[in-house]
Nanobody, 121 residues
Framework: QVQLVESGGGLVQPGGSLRLSCAAS????????IAWFRQAPGKEREVLCI???????HCADSVKGRFTTSRDNDKNTANLQTNSLKPEDTAVYYC???????????????WGQGTQVTVSS
């Protein structure tokens, strides 16, 4: 059974950091593009960072310099390091995987259930 499971979300104060993890089962992430998205209430799902199967990684301008993504193909996991968090970063964060991927949510076949990140003092 193909499954992605996110973890690491929670409540953090402004300026803090969280490391989100995405564990895959039922398939190998080695050949997949992995993306991180977030969705805040009343807003569209927003792409944050993409990690390609060749190891290259890119993040959207909105989070560049604060968020980074990495992957460990041997462990079949991916991570999103979020730093200097702001209240507007509050959202449900998702990881997604697809053979081809891209910068839009509808390009991804497999999705995790999401993990809540709340930035508040």
């Amino acid at each position: 059974q193909v499954q992605l499971v996110e973890s690491g979300g929670g409540l953090v104060q402004p300026g803090g950091s969280l490391r989100l993890s995405c564990a895959a089962s039922g398939f190998s992430l080695h050949f997949y593009v992995i993306a991180w998205f977030r969705q805040a209430p009343g807003k569209e799902r927003e792409v944050l960072c993409i990690s390609s199967s060749d190891g290259s990684a890119h993040c959207a301008d909105s989070v560049k310099g604060r968020f980074t993504t990495s992957r460990d193909n041997d462990k079949n996991t991916a991570n999103l390091q979020t730093n200097s968090l702001k209240p507007e970063d509050t959202a449900v964060y998702y990881c997604a995987a697809d053979r081809l991927g891209g910068w839009a949510p509808d390009r991804y076949e497999h999705w995790g259930q999401g993990t809540q990140v709340t930035v508040s003092s």
